[in-house]
């Protein structure tokens, strides 16, 4: 089912939508995520998206993009290189990196990228696959 | 502002209002998070939350509970050790395991734990604090 080296890739853009609604739900409303002026004053272009939005992206991808529904995540580790902004469009790229078929574990490595190819963010995921 | 061995602490629940807006930002609709049926018949008590929901609460910790607004995440890592239900009381702790100063970074550890003292998820989070 998983394969070493398979490829899965997907685009997402954080909308005013999608920013709204992560505020609703964590309720962080940091200046650097709320406040245009104050993210200015920190040397960024405007205020900058919550990382946390793209582990949201991370839950998509692992229970709706897989060949297989019957999956749970273990472990998620995320590196944040460069900030994102609003309506700013997200490349998602993830690699197989290794499938343990006798313990139901698969491996993968990702990336966010903005539309320059900047690396936005990186960072690994294992799931474990449910059985019958 | 931060010393090694610096504790925090929040109590966190997922009701119907963070469930749901999880799944209208992530548009993860797994039947492992959605349909009990299923949940059950993969062993588990009924639907498990989305482990996602937790790293968004990271986001309130470290852009709302801190001694400054100015932070930003530069790394974190999770491990789901245990599922988490629908209306669970997660205690929420953290501890400073390092303060950076020449560089500006803190590491917190932390683990969420349910009212039977159950680890659900533990992890490690670097922050970079913002100069003026």
Redesign the interface.
């Known amino acids: 089912m998983f394969n070493e080296g398979d490829l899965f890739n997907e685009i997402f853009i954080t909308t005013e939508t999608?920013y709204n609604?992560?505020i609703?739900?964590?309720?962080?409303?940091?200046?650097?995520?709320t406040d245009n002026e104050f993210a200015k004053s920190?040397g960024f272009k405007g205020k900058?998206m919550?990382?946390?939005?793209l582990?949201?992206?991370?839950?998509?991808f692992?229970?709706?993009c897989l060949p297989t529904?019957?999956?749970?995540?273990?472990?998620?580790?995320?590196?944040?290189k460069n900030p994102s902004y609003l309506n700013e469009k997200l490349f998602f790229d993830a690699k197989v990196t290794g499938f343990y078929k006798s313990v139901n574990a698969v491996e993968f490595k990702f990336t966010f990228k903005n539309i320059e190819r900047v690396v936005i963010a990186k960072g690994r995921i294992q799931i474990g696959l449910?059985l019958?």
Chains 1, 2 share one sequence.
């Not at 582990?55 to 998509?60: A, W």
């Open positions: 999608e609604s992560f609703e739900l964590s309720k962080d409303q940091n200046p650097l995520h920190k900058v919550h990382g946390n939005i582990n949201s992206y991370i839950s998509y692992i229970g709706e529904k019957n999956v749970i995540i273990h472990t998620q580790d995320i590196k944040f449910l019958l």
